[in-house]
């Protein structure tokens, strides 16, 4: 029996993406998703001090903050006395890339090549079986940031589809290396998608999904039984990285007072 | 003759919602649960306004599907409908999306201020490029696909939407319309450079020296006509005044998820009776929902 993990898997799925970030970069914390905010956030206290992150439309640093609090939605007023700067939300035109280098994408479904569908599940445009919120920013985000990531909240077929029913955000378009640069769609395209069952990369001339880790306890099976398209798996697949004891130090008592991921 | 005296702008609620008529494409500023003029929403209700156009905020929320509700939109456009962690899809949206009875400007955040950009520079439409390869021109025909005539490469014209009236929150002006926000103003001032005219909706009217004492924080520059409504974003978050008020939007996430999960209808007509149509002014609906409660919904 191996014991318990001293985690959960929303604290292991933020620490996966803490390190996707490289310091330096512009990143933006968007709107809704708990796990990839902490996750940057994450990155920011312990490896990219020199991060500029950009809170409800503002600019700042956190390193010297003692905790991050209230910091749950996009719009809260609050956070802005942290503000060095603005870039407001219509500017956004003026250059996309001045808001962030980087994106997470949530989707309501996502097919083998990283395509994503914010709008809706259904054949028919004008009566969907469910309707979603809409594409947000995450379009025109994912379009013109160096690379993005994809995140789900439960690993489904409903979830994993073979094909998109609308695509609102492009990952490898109809795939291959060239997928994105024949549709003229700059930048590098989703790197990773991250569920709570496992890490997916794209094969590098396929640019299908790959499964490139498997969180602790869970299967191959497991992730091929949840997902509506052929998963390529390689002959040896590691164990997603567990936060250190580092990492859920920061988080629960910097970052996640409330404890949002634990629950 | 010397001229000596400046217009006063500023006009009583009704005034102002009297301005919004059926049919009209109207915008409404804030950002998903901040910054909406809901005096003015709520007054638009009251009259029973039909066949909006309603171009929301990007991204939008439950402001606007309290309209969708309520019976006065005909189509929509913006680039979110939910609550963030209140609501993941605005109930009455997406009922009244999936039976195919609202039309839809299908669009994201970089798409949807093409258009209101497109709008105030008087242009038919201007171009974007993502969305190259994705559904979006297939789901919303207002969108071309064409070839840049300088590089050859496919790119999106995103047509003009130009609202006749921008109803915006902010948080003060001086009674000559000068507007300034506390915080970013989200994507308010694309609303007001879009729109043929700009209300605002306003906490506090204050002395014209105020304004000068800082004109940089002066992000409307001059609208149309000034409304006094303090604490008239609630129950969405003003900034600088008060935050939202969770108890209240979850009252109102619950009549419409009974309306969206098993077509009852009665909590949401109870809500619109008990908030909207029964308060005969501005300040009974303060009434209604209690000194307590605002005082309680500080930012502090």
Not at chain 2, 31 to 59: C, D, E, W, Y
Not at chain 2, 222 to 239: I, K, M, Q, T
């Amino acid at each position: 029996m191996t014991p318990e993990p001293n985690f959960t898997v929303k604290e292991l799925m933020a620490s996966f993406i803490s390190h996707q970030v490289r310091d330096g970069e512009r990143v933006a914390v968007g709107a809704g998703l708990h796990v990839p905010r902490a996750g940057i956030l994450l990155a920011h206290l312990l490896r990219c001090p020199n991060v500029r992150l950009y809170v409800v439309m503002t600019f700042t640093s956190l390193l010297k903050e003692p905790r991050m609090e209230p910091f749950y939605t996009v719009y809260d007023n609050r956070p802005t006395k942290w503000a060095e700067g603005y870039v407001l939300h219509d500017d956004f035109q003026e250059d996309p890339r001045l808001v962030s280098d980087t994106f997470v994408v949530g989707a309501l479904q996502i097919d083998k090549f990283g395509n994503s569908n914010l709008i809706g599940v259904g054949k028919d445009y004008k009566h969907l079986q469910f309707r979603g919120p809409g594409a947000v920013g995450t379009l025109s985000m994912a379009h013109y940031v160096d690379r993005y990531y994809l995140f789900v909240q439960s690993h489904d077929k409903r979830i994993f589809v073979d094909k998109c029913d609308f695509i609102s955000t492009v990952g490898w378009g109809e795939g291959g290396a060239d997928g994105r640069s024949k549709l003229g769609i700059p930048g590098n395209g989703p790197v990773y998608c991250v569920t709570p069952l496992c890490v997916f990369d794209f094969d590098e001339t396929s640019k299908r999904m790959r499964l490139k880790s498997l969180h602790p306890g869970v299967t191959v099976e497991q992730v091929i039984e949840n997902t509506g398209f052929e998963v390529i798996v390689p002959a040896n697949v590691p164990t997603t990285a567990a936060p250190t004891d580092d990492e859920l130090e920061t988080l629960r008592g910097r970052i996640d007072v409330e404890g949002m991921l634990r629950r | 003759m010397l001229a000596s005296e400046r217009k006063s702008l500023v006009i009583d609620l009704d005034a102002a919602a009297a301005t919004v008529r059926d049919g009209m494409t109207i915008a409404i500023g804030g950002f998903i649960n901040s910054s909406h003029p809901m005096a003015l929403v709520r007054q638009i209700i009251r009259r029973g306004v039909k066949n909006l156009t309603v171009v929301g905020a990007a991204s939008g929320g439950l402001d606007l599907d309290l309209l969708i509700a309520a019976g006065c939109v005909k189509k929509l456009v913006t680039t979110y409908m939910g609550g963030e962690h209140y609501c993941p899809v605005a109930p009455f949206f997406r009922v009244a999306a999936q039976r195919g009875e609202l039309d839809i400007f299908e669009c994201d955040e970089g798409m949807f201020y093409c258009a209101l950009r497109a709008a105030a520079q008087r242009l038919p439409s201007t171009p974007w490029k993502a969305g190259i390869g994705t559904s979006f021109p297939q789901i919303n025909p207002e969108i071309k696909v064409y070839n840049d005539p300088v590089s050859g490469e496919p790119m999106l014209a995103i047509p003009a939407i130009k609202p006749a009236i921008a109803l915006i929150y902010a948080a003060q002006s001086d009674a000559y319309g000068n507007v300034q926000h506390v915080s970013t103003g989200f994507g308010d001032r694309a609303m007001w450079r879009a729109a043929d005219k700009t209300i605002a909706q306003v906490e506090r009217i204050v002395p014209n020296e105020e304004i000068r004492k800082n004109p940089l924080a002066t992000s409307l520059v001059g609208v149309d006509a000034v409304v006094r409504a303090p604490y008239g974003s609630h129950p969405f978050a003003g900034p600088g005044y008060y935050i939202e008020d969770s108890d209240h939007i979850r009252e109102y996430v619950a009549a419409g998820n009974a309306y969206a999960k098993s077509g009852d209808r009665k909590p949401f007509e109870q809500y619109l009776k008990k908030y909207i149509l029964d308060p005969p002014t501005y300040e009974d609906y303060l009434e209604v929902v209690g000194i307590k409660r605002l005082l309680q919904l500080h930012e502090y």
